[in-house]
Each structure stands twice: as structure tokens, then as C-alpha cells.
């Protein structure tokens, strides 16, 4: 074998135009590392090794053939709603939250699986019964995702809940739920209201409360929100310019490499900057929309089009906490935010898109 076949029998599951798409984010994200960690070049250090392994782990999944993904659904589910029972009965509480289970050589958050596992294992079996679809399904499936959804928000862990329900939601969204019933959801959603007030934890309330009037605790609950928008703010139309943000090395604004580092990102490239940021998202959106439609089986179309949504989701409920549009609950900007758990879970995803389009094409051909 020549180096050129080896080579590209190495690219043969990349697919170009996402891995542009995501080469582009991470390339801002450790830009804009270096200046959010006060010029920690270890820390972009850190976050470069996070990307290695992260894209290593991608091409693995993108070689996998799709009856593969398909018999992973079951086993990977399984295990992780032990890991989250295990978490339940013996996790590390850490900040007042129970979400990390110690295995004795590291330390994980069985969440993080969960955000593959659930549309995984919806869309397998979504695909099982595909040919005789009944509201018991639809049924059958939402107990799947409520399950797992619990067991994380009793952490608590709101965030993470949130987007797992959130990519559940679109798997059966994408199955083809009656829009009738999605609107009967949603008017209960509404009608519940008063009472997933009441089991909010003290935290949680606060931070809905902050959304509406952060100026009314100003140094305390509502510290986070005003410091994100006057960040976001005054960077005006071409920011500040690069390592001059006054709101991040002045040390006001909080989580400036994780949750906040798109508020970072915002002073000191300004409305152009983020423009272009958006167009970035907005094309590896587009790029999973693609291989969604292309998606030549039911369960990749349904896996493919909750991986693309999902991401979309974490990329505009970040940059809307950070604006002031959203409560904060702790969501990273995808691909951006510092955190080697984040971008793996994201580059699985990733993965599994190009090997849904890539493996697709070798069956049509």
C-alpha cells in the first residue's frame, strides 16, 4: 500500500466540509483561550490535547458502520442509566451537586453519555417498529427519554437535563409526532408551570428571577447575567481588538474560558467578529441538515437530524445566557468553551454524522 492509499483510506470517513466547519471553531476557541486564561498558554496547551483526543475519537465512530451504531444503541443506553443509578446511590457530591461517580482509576459524569445514549437508543427503536408506528411507541419512547431526563435533573443538574430532553424531544419530533399532541404537550408544559416551580431547587428560581431583573442582586444572583451584557455590549462594531477586553482581564466577568468565554469572544471582536462566528455555526448546521436529508434509513435520518439539532440548541442557549436572553445554566458554546468532556461528547456526535454520510455513500454506490 502506497502512502497515498493509506491516506486516503485514513480521510475515507472525514467529511470535508464539517471538518472545516468544526476546524474553524476550535481555531477561535483556542484564540480566544489564550486571552480569557490571562495568556495561560498552558491552558490552550490543555485545550489542544482536549481537540486530539476528542478528533481521534471522532474518526474512530466516523469508521463505524451503521449496523454498528445501531447494535451500540441498546448496550450504551444500559449503561449509562447504571452509571446515573450509581451516581443516585454513591456520586461525589461537589458544589451541592451529586454528578460525579468515582471508578477509582478517574472520575466521570455518566451525564455527559446520556446525551448520546438517549436519541441513540430512541432512534433504534423508533427504527425497530418503524413499519407499524402507534401513539404506544410515541409512548414507549418518551418513557426512554423522561428516565434518564429525571435521574439527571435530581442531581440536580438542569442543564444538561434540559438539552438531553431537548434532543430526545427532536428524535420524536423527527418520528413524526402529531403536531395536535405537541401542542397538547406544550399546553401542559405551561399549565405545570406553577408546580416544577415549586420543586425548583432556591439556585434554580434565582436564576430565572435574574433573567427578568439581574440588576435586583446586582453582586450576587445577577452578577453573571449584567457582567455577560455589558461584555457583549461594549464591544461594539469591531470590538475592542484581540487580549484588550477590559471586562475579562479586569477579572469582572465570571467563567470567562467556559460558559462565558463567548462573551470573551464578543468584546474584543465586537458585531463583525460574532457575525462571523454565526456564519460558522450556521454552515456546520447546514452541513447536518444535509446529511440529514441525504440520510438513506430511518434511524440515521432520526439520528442525524437530532445530532444536528442539538447542537444548534447548545450553541444558541449559550450565546443567549450570555446576552441576557436566557436564564444561566451553565451551557458551553460548542466547540469553543474550555472542557475536554464537552468537546468529546460533541466530536461523537460529530462522528456519527460522518459516518452516516459516508458510509451511506458506499452502499449507494
Known amino acids: 500500500m502506497t502512502r497515498r492509499q493509506l491516506w486516503l483510506r485514513i480521510i475515507a470517513h472525514i467529511d470535508p466540509p464539517l471538518l472545516l466547519g ?3 471553531l476550535m481555531g477561535i476557541s483556542l484564540l480566544t483561550l489564550y486571552s480569557a486564561s490571562g495568556q495561560n498558554f498552558e491552558r490552550v496547551l490543555a485545550q489542544g490535547s482536549n481537540i486530539l483526543v476528542a478528533l481521534f475519537c471522532m474518526w474512530i465512530v466516523a469508521n463505524l458502520p451503521l449496523h454498528i451504531l445501531l447494535r451500540m444503541a441498546v448496550p450504551i443506553y444500559v449503561l449509562g442509566l447504571l452509571l446515573l443509578v450509581g451516581v443516585a446511590l454513591f456520586g461525589e457530591i461537589s458544589h451541592g451537586a451529586r454528578r ?19 436519541p441513540l437508543m430512541m432512534a433504534w427503536y423508533f427504527e425497530k417498529y418503524e413499519a407499524s408506528l402507534t401513539l404506544k411507541n410515541y409512548i414507549v419512547a418518551a418513557l426512554l427519554l423522561v428516565l434518564p431526563v429525571g435521574l439527571i435533573a435530581r442531581q440536580p443538574d438542569l442543564g444538561t437535563s434540559l438539552l438531553i430532553l431537548a434532543s430526545g424531544f427532536y428524535v420524536l419530533f423527527l418520528a413524526g409526532l402529531s403536531w395536535k399532541i405537541i401542542a397538547g404537550l406544550f399546553a401542559a408544559a405551561i399549565a405545570s408551570a406553577p408546580v416544577m416551580w415549586s420543586l425548583m431547587h432556591d439556585y434554580q428560581r434565582h436564576r430565572v428571577e435574574m433573567l427578568f431583573d ?15 451584557m455589558i461584555a457583549v455590549g461594549s464591544g461594539g462594531l469591531f470590538g475592542k481588538g484581540y487580549l484588550a477586553g477590559t471586562q475579562t482581564h479586569l477579572d469582572f466577568l465570571p467563567e470567562c474560558t467556559t460558559d462565558f468565554i463567548f462573551a470573551v469572544y464578543s468584546e474584543e471582536f465586537g458585531l463583525v467578529g460574532n457575525l462571523l462566528l454565526l456564519v460558522i455555526f450556521l454552515f456546520v448546521i447546514g452541513r447536518g441538515f444535509i446529511i440529514t436529508a441525504n ?7 432520526l439520528m442525524a437530524g437530532s445530532i444536528t439539532l442539538t447542537f444548534a440548541t447548545y450553541a444558541f442557549v449559550n450565546m443567549g445566557m450570555v446576552s441576557g436572553i436566557l436564564p444561566v445554566v451553565g451551557v458551553p ?15 461523537l456526535g460529530l462522528g456519527m454524522l460522518m459516518s452516516i454520510h459516508t458510509h451511506q455513500k458506499l452502499v449507494k454506490t
Open 22 to 24: 468544526m476546524g474553524l
Open 100 to 118: 460525579w461517580l468515582n471508578l477509582g482509576v478517574t472520575t466521570i459524569q455518566p451525564s455527559e453519555l446520556m446525551k448520546i445514549g438517549v
Open 214 to 228: 439581574p440588576s435586583q442582586d446586582a453582586l450576587g444572583k445577577g452578577y453573571h447575567t449584567i457582567q455577560g
Open 295 to 301: 440520510a438513506s434509513t430511518y434511524f440515521t435520518r
Open 333 to 347: 458554546l460548542p466547540l469553543v468553551s474550555y472542557g475536554g468532556t464537552s468537546m468529546l461528547t460533541l466530536l
